[in-house]
Nanobody, 122 residues
């Protein structure tokens, strides 16, 4: 199984961005999915997760109400829609997946994408 993240970029504060993560070598519905992020000098931080069926989602406190995670099983892709971006959202964003576990810890996901840079700056 491989994950490919895309969609990062440089945006001004208050703007929106949507990240995508495509899974290959497996079926999206067999995996719980998540997004994490890592800013320079900081630990990798949980952003959002979505269950195998897409029926339940969870968000980190710093992004609740601004970010949304959703999946498109027909394209084997899931997304992170980010609104009202702040400079503190600047980080490398990683997508992750696991067949049997879901949670807020990096140790709960076996598969990781390569990361995509999001920079929020005027």
């Amino acid at each position: 199984v491989q994950l490919q993240a895309s969609g990062g970029g440089l945006v001004p504060p208050g703007d929106s961005l949507m990240l995508s993560c495509t899974l290959s070598g497996g079926r999206l519905s067999d995996y719980a999915m998540a997004w994490f992020r890592q800013a320079p000098g900081k630990e990798r931080e949980f952003v959002a997760s979505i269950t195998w069926t897409g029926g339940s989602v969870d968000y980190g406190d710093s992004v609740k109400g601004r970010f949304s995670i959703f999946r498109n099983s027909g394209k084997n892709t899931f997304h992170l829609r980010m609104r009202s971006l702040k400079p503190d959202d600047t980080a490398v964003y990683y997508c992750a997946a696991d067949r049997v576990r879901i949670g807020v810890s990096v140790t709960e996901y076996d598969y990781w994408g390569q990361g995509t840079q999001v920079t929020v700056s005027s």
